[in-house]
């Protein structure tokens, strides 16, 4: 139950932070529904990763440089562009707000929602609570970073 919580609350905390740096510029909805919004994103980024990695295997001919083009081409480049997508799209439903520390706040909960599932599912799955508490916590600070 402990990792569940941690897995949630941590990414939550990490959003709390930026959001609370832009107070005045920033409506709690909106980081909510960058939260969430990132949170579900993470099933269609995953889906297209899936999608885009049978293509990609055996291009380079050798195992670790397949390795690095299937982790870049899978895994980074649609996590990275579908997070930052929310944020954009987002901040644009927001009326674009003028302020940069605004488009930060959002951007970083997008970017939480996603760390938050991404923790669920590591929780879900088999992975140890140590992984879970330590490794997902500074995942999480890094998504949000």
């Not at 939260?35 to 670790?64: D, M, W």
């Not at 939480?112 to 991404?118: D, Q, R, S």
């Amino acid at each position: 139950m402990l990792q569940y919580l941690i897995a949630i609350s941590v990414p939550l905390l990490l959003v709390a932070a930026p959001a609370w740096l832009c107070r005045q510029r920033t409506q709690a909805g909106w980081l909510l529904a960058a939260f969430v919004l990132g949170a579900i994103a993470v099933l269609p980024i995953s889906r297209l990763g899936t999608l885009i990695e049978p293509a990609i295997i055996g291009v380079a001919g050798h195992f670790y440089a397949d390795e690095f083009l299937r982790q870049l081409l899978s895994t980074a480049f649609p996590e990275e562009w579908g997070k930052g997508l929310v944020a954009l799209l987002i901040w644009r439903l927001a009326r674009r707000p003028t302020s940069p520390s605004t488009a930060v706040a959002l951007a970083a909960a997008a970017h939480g929602g996603f760390a938050a599932v991404e923790g669920l599912f590591g929780a879900l799955g088999n992975e140890g609570w140590l992984k879970v508490i330590l490794g997902r916590s500074l995942e999480a600070s890094l998504h949000c970073s």
